[in-house]
């Protein structure tokens, strides 16, 4: 067992990406993840010697990072909502790239300058693109302070598993909260020989070249064709969920992150009253967890899905239950929270009153 | 057992303090905590709260609309939480700073006047942890013990001195409330 403390999100996670021996950490200061950064200033070169640094923007950050990716570092940056937007160029080269590093945000209410407050508004940025061309980013949805520290370690391992970006995608309040979690030893720095790394021209041989510019289409469409089968592959093995009472359960709630760790608390309530609820909490965004859905949708009455958005991860559900089952939603927007009496009273007004 | 509770006041008042001391003392126990602090808009002046569960199982969601507990250190915070403690419920809150008292006669109501105790102990910022003695001796969330080797872990080296008066202004807090 490792040590277990009493920490606030976002200082676990830089805990974390320490532990898991980062080589570099670029990023720039935004509320609700500032601790990040003052953190890792305060805490990781003197540990690791690994280098902190920050960038003079959000731009500047995510090309550092595609830069020191580029050398074969292990590499991490975070921000929150209005910051990735500004890294979603550079997201988008570094995937065409096919370079790992792992990226957090955690997510405030938008659109624009927006508040500081917890969000899941950035879902579709982050699990349809964001950036330019047809790639995907592994989108990790952590619903407490433990699973922050358990994703930057699965992160790390799944960005150098498939050479890929990869996304946490967490939310102002997961990054603010204190609770007991439990760190995983120090893991050594690894001084890894990629065969593809520029880290200088290998007497004899041939110099490496990483670039996300194919000028002839024949070759930009076999790399779209190396990156889709790749995406296949995660799809048919990196899928990861939590779900509850699926043996008996006549309904479903749904969501990610925050927002499903308060259905839980509405589930149980509702279970309390008699309704027979279950649940499903996908912890991979992408790739997502269509099957499940798919196997409990034609014996269950419907599903409720409650996000802090308009409704985002809902059109993930509605594909993967193919119209046999309803499914409804509820959700805050703008950094509102919704509270477990909130869902139960809305999954009453959808499925027990309104039925 | 499982104690969901708000704290809440102005902001230099040690709200957030208190519960992130309750949570601390929550893991040495080898509990289940979670603290959320407000950080938006009331941190930057006005009023501040956080809520704390304790519990001995895995606790569901941070966010919560009723609580087992309210500790209130301003009238602003009497009004906002004292209809939002579950019928059985406590509220504690400063007696000797408030003008309207809260009226529930379906909750328990513990009247401790905490700034006058902290004058009294010559010290006015440790009328956080007088409350804080009282709400643990009504909950029994956590020993008085644990709360002093959370103090420990959580203050630097240099104030350790201070710790014989937090421990001072635990016990009057305590005995603010035993009956």
């Known amino acids: 067992m490792g040590d277990v403390k009493f920490m606030k999100g976002n200082e676990a996670l830089s805990e974390a990406m320490i532990r898991a021996g980062c080589d570099a950490y670029f990023g720039y200061p935004i509320t609700p993840q500032s601790e990040v950064l003052e953190y890792l200033a305060r805490e990781a ?42 890294m979603q160029e550079g997201l ?47 989108v990790l949805a952590p619903c407490s302070v433990q699973e922050m520290v358990d994703y930057v370690k699965l992160g790390f391992e799944l960005a150098d598993k498939y050479r890929t970006p990869v996304m946490i995608l967490a939310d102002g309040a997961i990054g603010q909260m204190m609770e007991k979690v439990e760190l995983f030893p120090q893991m050594e720095r690894v001084v890894t020989d990629y065969p593809w790394a520029t880290t200088g021209r290998p007497a004899g041989k041939d110099r490496r070249y990483i670039t996300s510019l194919h000028i002839q289409p024949e070759k930009m469409e076999e790399i779209n064709h190396t990156l889709q089968a790749k995406y296949k592959v995660m799809q048919e093995t990196e899928v990861r969920y939590q779900a509850l009472h699926l043996d008996d359960a006549e ?6 992150g925050l927002a499903a760790r308060i259905c839980i608390k509405a589930m149980e309530l509702g279970r309390a009253k008699g309704y027979k609820i279950g649940m499903i909490r996908p912890q991979t965004l992408f790739p997502f967890p ?20 308009a409704g985002q991860m809902i059109e993930d559900v509605r594909l993967s239950v193919e119209g046999k089952t309803r499914v409804e939603f509820f959700g805050r927007m703008g950094g509102m929270i919704p509270s477990p009496d909130e869902i139960l009273e809305n999954f009453e007004k959808y499925f027990i009153k309104g039925s | 057992m499982l104690q969901e509770a708000i704290f809440s006041g102005f902001g230099g008042q040690g709200v957030l303090t208190m519960g992130m001391l309750l949570g601390y003392a929550g893991v040495i126990e080898d509990k289940e905590v979670t603290w959320m602090p407000s950080y938006g808009p009331e941190m930057r002046g006005g009023t501040a709260n956080c809520i704390a569960i304790v519990s001995d199982s895995l606790i569901s969601s941070p966010i919560i609309s009723t609580f087992d507990s309210a500790v209130t250190l301003n009238q602003p915070s009497i009004e ?53 003695g009282a709400f643990i001796e009504v909950t029994k969330v956590v020993k008085m013990e644990t709360l002093l080797k959370a103090l420990e872990q959580v203050l630097p080296e240099r104030y350790h001195k201070l710790i014989p008066l937090n421990k001072q202004a635990i016990e009057i807090g305590m005995g603010l409330v035993r009956k």
Do not use: W
């Open chain 1, 251 to 256: 309904y479903l709630m749904t969501g990610f």
């Open chain 2, 80 to 132: 906002k939480f004292e209809y939002k403690v579950k019928v059985g419920g406590n509220i504690f809150y400063d007696s000797s700073n408030t003008i309207n008292p809260p009226t529930r006669e379906d909750i328990n109501i513990y009247a401790c006047p905490v700034s006058e105790e902290a004058i009294k102990l010559r010290n006015s910022k440790v009328l956080n942890m007088i409350m804080l």
């Open chain 1, 45 to 86: 070169t003197k540990r690791t010697g690994m280098v902190v640094l920050q960038a003079e923007s959000e731009v500047s950050a995510i090309n550092m990072i595609y830069g020191a990716a580029g050398c074969g570092k292990r590499v991490m940056t975070t921000s929150s909502s209005p910051g990735i937007s500004l």
């Open chain 1, 290 to 309: 269509t099957k499940i859905y798919a196997e409990v949708a034609p014996r269950i009455k419907g599903i409720l899905d409650v996000e802090m958005n």
């Open chain 1, 92 to 138: 988008s080269y570094i995937a065409s790239a096919e370079l790992p590093c792992l990226v957090a945000n955690i997510n405030r209410g938008g659109p624009g300058l927006g508040t500081i407050q917890p969000a899941q508004g950035d879902y579709f940025q982050s699990v349809k693109g964001g950036g330019h061309g047809d790639y995907h980013l592994v």
